[in-house]
């Protein structure tokens, strides 16, 4: 990672800003771990195709990311993965955490977004896993984010799942909360806008927030990319954009520089790009890294192809399908 040491972060960033004013750059690929270091001091979008572990390997370990965010495997037998036995996958997935965690920035953040494992029809839960993994890190938990969608399967012999987790720590020094927290990017609509306080010296002033509400713990109007969601790609265990875009706007400031370990079809890249913050992203499977390329230059040429994390939900009893007739 020779090229990072003649700059320093902040000179990047800067760098960074400038040149996202002037012209928009491209998104590369990269398949060898020591130039996709390189390459992220040039290059704003950077996918690295291969395994996470031969990138964060050939790193110096320089705190360099301001926000780790994925959705790891969740070793549920996808097309991309192999099922194992759950002990060896949270070994392996460790094994990972452990490599990459070094890499965050003091300040910065890291979210973990995850399901359920399900074996022999038992549920485990995977974020309670994880959790003891990153325990290990002295990172702080500032939220547990309970994402609730409105598809999936429909279980016969329990409730169906319709809700994912998003563990967010920050890394800080001296238990000093130094990490960016942007409310004020990612407001919500208040519930009651037209409220007025009834009593003491701000009687007859509105009672909340003029720009909306913060989003709280528990997000409900981001639904899964299903078949005819406008993010859908080939691939089967997508996020959309707009749970991440919320966490990007939230968690990091302009040219910051966002990483994603198991990028698939690069939803974060393209996040990344519509917030002009920086990307680099890391995905063993070919196709998926060749789409999340394509879709973050489609951003980068001004085309917006994806659901904003501020669209409320559509409400469904609009729709003649609601009634039986
Ligand atoms: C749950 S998917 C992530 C999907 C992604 N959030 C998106 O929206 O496209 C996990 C991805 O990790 C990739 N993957 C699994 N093991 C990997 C490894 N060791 N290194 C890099 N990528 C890996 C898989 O191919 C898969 O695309």
Request: net charge positive; proline share 5%.
């Amino acid at each position: 990672m020779k090229n990072l040491g003649r700059l320093t972060l902040e000179a990047q960033k800067d760098l960074h800003i400038k040149k996202q004013n002037k012209h928009r750059s491209k998104c590369c690929i990269e398949k060898n771990p020591n130039k996709t270091w390189d390459s992220i001091l040039f290059s704003d979008y950077c996918i690295f195709q291969g395994d996470v572990r031969n990138f964060v390997r050939a790193g110096n370990k320089q705190e360099v990311f301001d926000l780790i965010v994925t959705s790891p495997p969740y070793n549920i037998g996808k097309e991309y993965e192999k099922q194992i036995p759950i002990s060896s996958y949270l070994q392996e997935q460790e094994d990972i955490i452990n490599k990459t965690i070094p890499y965050l920035k003091t300040g910065g953040s890291v979210c973990w977004q995850t399901g359920n494992y399900v074996v022999k029809n038992e549920i485990i839960p995977l974020d309670i896993e994880f959790a003891t993994i990153f325990k290990k890190h002295n990172l702080q938990l500032r939220n547990r984010i309970i994402w609730h969608f409105g598809h999936g399967l429909h279980c016969q012999k329990r409730f169906s799942g319709r809700y994912e987790t998003i563990l967010w720590y920050t890394k800080t020094k001296n238990n000093i909360p130094l990490h960016t927290f942007n409310l004020d990017a990612v407001r919500i609509a208040s519930k009651y806008p037209g409220k007025k306080r009834f009593r003491g010296p701000s009687k007859g002033e509105f009672s909340s927030h003029p720009s909306g509400k913060n989003p709280e713990d528990v997000w409900t109007n981001i639904p899964n990319v299903k078949s005819n969601h406008i993010e859908k790609t080939i691939h089967p265990c997508q996020f959309p954009v707009g749970l991440i875009q919320r966490l990007i706007l939230a968690l990091t400031n302009e040219g910051d520089i966002i990483f994603d370990p198991f990028s698939g079809v690069s939803s974060t890249g393209v996040a990344a790009a519509a917030t002009k913050r920086r990307y680099v992203g890391c995905e063993i499977v070919q196709k998926y890294t060749t789409i999340g390329s394509k879709r973050i230059n489609e951003i980068l040429n001004g085309r917006k192809t994806f659901r904003d994390h501020s669209l409320p939900i559509y409400d469904h009893t609009k729709s003649p399908l609601s009634k039986r007739k």
